[in-house]
């Protein structure tokens, strides 16, 4: 009923930039929240970026005051906007994002994008 697809990955220089995208379609009213997670190769999943209904992002100290988060809620997208990056933020990026669904009272929907690979060259 929905499907999530990430896009905007690849590879990029130490210091350049890269910008995802995560863009939810089907039974979509609108997003809810969505966090943005990394897993790099050995490590465990962590959370890069989040955003709540409310209008609060967080982001991880690591990635803080360079990645920027953000959506188009007339295309039920949303972004995460990658700059000064580093070799260490080489990883799988995923979005989560919680929908609203159309035509259900209240009704959400939660789910991952596929993961899309961004690596960092020294």
Not at 5 to 29: F, H, I, M, Y
Request: proline share 2%; with cysteine; charged share 20%.
């Amino acid at each position: 009923q929905v499907q999530l697809v990430e896009s905007g990955g690849g590879l990029v220089q130490s210091g350049g930039s890269l910008r995802l995208s995560c863009a939810a379609s089907g039974r979509v009213d609108r997003i809810n929240y969505v966090d943005w997670y990394r897993q790099a190769p050995g490590k465990q999943r962590e959370l890069v970026a989040s955003h709540t209904i409310r209008g609060e992002t967080n982001y991880a100290d690591s990635v803080k005051g360079r990645f920027t988060m953000f959506r188009d809620n007339a295309k039920n997208t949303v972004y995460l906007e990658m700059n000064r990056m580093e070799p260490a933020d080489t990883a799988v990026y995923y979005c989560n994002v919680e929908v609203l669904l159309v035509g259900g009272i209240g009704e959400t929907w939660n789910g991952w994008g596929q993961g899309t690979q961004v690596t960092v060259s020294t």
